[in-house]
């Protein structure tokens, strides 16, 4: 026999107000003093429901909206959008039968989960509902800056490839499903791509592989294979890009942008590895070469900036200065597991370009 249930634990809040000694005189309970209650109410009624959550059908709907929305923002945590999502659509059906007003929160709320699930049509509505009541909201920031990021990602007709061959960044029809969009960065002429994953109203989304090829007439070349998830159409989360020749890039996008930590192995060998910031190189890099060299230093902005340093064994070294991406200064070259730290030769650049002869201090040190 079960000695309690999920309904029991909420039967205080059940009544409305609270009055009381223990609670002071006028005490009333607001939504903040029962999350508590509500939550082991939702893992109580999971635990011993019967999995639709029967158990607490009898709640006053409020209460249940209430849990249904605590339910879905544990599930938007754990990135699980589809069922955050469901559980929204339970708190709407629930206000459509009943007929109680929705508290201003939940509108923000909804418009989190809606951005996060990449249903940006819907999180738009949802972050204007909550706006709509003023701006003395808790949420009133987030809600406007989450809507002007959402109105940035919007689907539009104007913004599609049709008739642009190059340029900046549009929505481009996916080839074996023309109603359907995919955001192209970078659009090159007669380009397509495929798609294997869902969509969402006309815009792809969801888990899947894109297959970008050119055009060369009479076939198209495939110029990347991509797979990975797409949030309204963007990049978003890890992702593998692998090319024809044979490298592969691999890391997180964050709203079609690379951010995070990346590995790129490219075709001659090397492989690079270090954090992308809104789609640039920027921070530590390290770079290792089939002979054994491994390269260490910056990039700002996409470009190399500051002093490298090549190593091969912890015998040979390089020392180098890059201005964004080029070679200025000092260039040294020399032997670290010499007592001394003997210099092999060094040189001069300006501007990428070498200006002086090298100065060969060692030829014999040089041979590496």
């Known amino acids: 026999m079960r000695l309690f249930s999920s309904v029991m634990i909420l039967s205080v809040l059940t009544t409305g107000p609270v009055y009381g000694h223990s609670f002071g005189e006028g005490f009333r309970v607001t939504p903040k003093d029962i999350a508590p209650f509500v939550a082991l109410a939702a893992v109580f009624g999971q635990a011993f429901g019967d999995g639709n959550y029967n158990v607490m059908q009898d709640l006053p709907p409020r209460i249940l909206a209430d849990k249904y929305l605590m339910q879905a923002e544990q599930l938007l945590e754990k990135k ?86 190059e340029g900046g960044g ?22 397509t791509v495929t798609w294997t994953g869902g969509c969402a109203g006309n815009v792809a989304n969801g888990e899947g592989t894109l297959t970008w090829a050119v055009s060369d007439g009479d076939s198209n070349k495939v110029t990347s294979t991509n797979t990975g998830r797409l949030h309204y159409g963007r990049f978003d989360g890890h992702w593998v890009l692998r090319f024809p020749d044979g490298p592969d890039h691999e890391g997180p996008f964050v709203d079609g942008k690379a951010n995070g930590h990346w590995i790129l192995r490219h075709s001659d060998g090397r492989v690079s590895e270090g954090p992308f910031v809104s789609g640039s190189r920027n921070g530590h890099w390290v770079e290792h070469y089939l002979n054994g060299y491994v390269g260490k230093g910056p990039y700002v902005d996409g470009k190399q900036n500051g002093y490298w340093v090549v190593r091969k064994n912890n015998s040979y070294k390089s020392k180098v200065r890059f201005v964004v991406g080029k070679q200025e200064g000092s260039y040294l070259r020399f032997r670290p597991d010499r007592p001394t730290g003997e210099r092999c030769k060094s040189a001069t650049y300006r501007n990428g370009d070498r200006v002086t002869e090298w100065n060969v201090v060692n030829e014999s040190m040089c041979d590496f």
């Open 80 to 165: 699980e959008f589809d069922g955050a999502l469901k559980f929204v659509e339970r708190i709407i059906a629930l206000r459509k039968k009943h007929g109680f007003a929705l508290r201003d929160e939940f509108h923000y709320k909804h418009a989190r989960i809606a951005y996060a699930a990449g249903r940006i049509p819907t999180a738009i509505t949802a972050a204007s509902a909550y706006l709509s009541s003023g701006s003395e909201g808790e949420f009133y920031k987030d809600a406007m800056a989450l809507l002007i990021k959402a109105q940035e990602l919007e689907f539009t007709p104007d913004k599609t490839c049709t008739g642009k061959s």
């Open 170 to 191: 549009c929505w481009m029809a996916l080839a074996n499903h023309p109603d359907c969009y995919v955001w192209n960065p970078y659009p090159v002429k007669d380009e």
